[in-house]
């Protein structure tokens, strides 16, 4: 096999697209999204109700390209802080995915859609942790190649164009996202691809690209909450995710690429729906529960915690749960002795307890 070549990748718009092969796909996508935006736009709570299906998010889009954490170890890690090593680093990447896009959304008020943004996330994503040599915020000005661990350039699946085009080919691609297209999910096909091939970053531009999708459709009114997910599914279906990018720049095949994308959609809003039901249906139940264990006025309170943090230490309890200081201890031992608490870890001398909320784990783990 000869040593692969720098891509010299199209630029938008697509000059030719057989519109025919996608548009049987398009209804399914833009229901499964239509139905998930109007879950979360109609509950109040959805910020709240919502946060874990960020955190997996952040957990899978990191592990598509070998991140080893999973969602429960960060979550524990939210809670204790403690980790060692390479886990730590693992964790701090997720938390950073986590923080990058909440800013960017917040950030969108202000700016436009654009490279800086997308520096200034990148900036976020790749802070701390192992990202710091990779030239966080800025534009790579040397070679990159996507491969196994291990693979050389001459050995490399893909190779991205060469530095001193990125400019130019984000220029092209960030002029594409502001222009318009006939389809918002397709234009969002192509806008991640087209990311992934100029690979504008040195590293991070698997989670950068997929950290943009809510940011894109919620820009563009497709959805009216900053919520669109894909990960889970990218993630299982990771080697086709590969193999139909590669394909493009290979063959110059957009079209399977674009329905792949849009089954993922379909398939991904359903089950994404599907969880936060569940969320919101065990938040009812569990607010009734905490008013029959505690017979408190500040139930309400207490389930918002449980929902903040479904594991979390004795201190985090008194300190968060926004109860005067003198109720917590009797509301802590009445949740406990109903089950709705259970202590992981009893505390111990100055040692704080460590808790969690089990029926929130163990519907979050659910496939
Ligand atoms: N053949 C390909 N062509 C273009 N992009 C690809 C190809 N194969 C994989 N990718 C993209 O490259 C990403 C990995 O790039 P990288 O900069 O290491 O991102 P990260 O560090 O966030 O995982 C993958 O997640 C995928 O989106
Ligand atoms: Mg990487």
């Not at 690209?209 to 279906?237: A, D, N, Q, V």
């Not at 809003?269 to 969880?275: D, E, I, L, T, Y």
Request: contains cysteine; charged residues 25%.
């Amino acid at each position: 096999m000869p040593p692969a070549k720098p891509t010299n990748p199209q630029t938008l718009p697509l000059s030719k697209l057989d519109w025919e092969k996608i548009t049987p796909f398009l209804g399914d996508a833009h229901g499964g999204v239509a139905r998930f935006d109007a879950l979360a736009a109609n509950n109040p709570e959805a910020k709240l109700l919502l946060s874990p299906l960020t955190t997996q998010e952040a957990v899978s889009s990191s592990r598509i390209e070998g991140t080893q954490a999973t969602l429960e170890e960060v979550l524990r890690f939210q809670a204790e802080g403690k980790a060692s090593g390479e886990k730590r680093d693992d964790f701090q990447e997720v938390m950073n995915y986590r923080e990058a896009l909440e800013t960017a959304v917040v950030q969108m008020e202000k700016l436009p859609l654009s490279g800086r943004l997308l520096k200034n996330t990148h900036k976020i994503l790749l802070s701390g942790a192992r990202g710091k040599q990779k030239d966080p915020g800025n534009f790579r000005n040397g070679p990159v190649w996507v491969g196994s661990p291990g693979a050389t350039i001459e050995t490399a699946r893909y190779v991205p164009p060469e530095a001193r085009h990125v400019p130019d080919l984000f220029s092209n691609l960030e002029k594409y996202i502001h222009g318009k297209e006939k389809n918002e999910l397709v234009q969002l096909a192509i806008v991640h691809a087209q990311f992934e091939i100029i690979h504008p970053f040195l590293d991070g531009n698997g989670r950068l690209g997929r950290l943009l999708m809510p940011l894109f459709l919620y820009h563009k009114k497709t959805i009216t909450t900053p919520y669109f997910y894909l990960s889970e599914y990218l993630e299982k279906h990771r080697d086709e995710y590969y193999d139909r990018l590669n394909r493009i720049t290979a063959k110059g095949d957009w079209e399977q690429w674009i329905i792949f994308f849009l089954r993922a959609v379909a398939e991904q809003s359903c089950a994404g729906s599907v969880k936060a039901q569940k969320i919101i249906d065990l938040k009812k139940d569990t607010l009734e529960r905490v008013q029959e264990a505690t017979h408190s006025q500040y139930a309400p309170q207490v389930a918002n915690f449980l929902f903040t943090r479904p594991f979390f230490t004795g201190v985090q309890f008194r300190d968060e749960v926004a109860v005067p200081k003198s109720s917590v201890g009797n509301l802590f031992v009445r949740l406990e002795k109903n089950k709705i608490i259970t202590k992981i870890v009893p505390g111990k001398g100055r040692r704080t307890s460590f808790c969690a909320f089990p029926q929130l784990v163990l519907l979050l783990q659910e496939a």
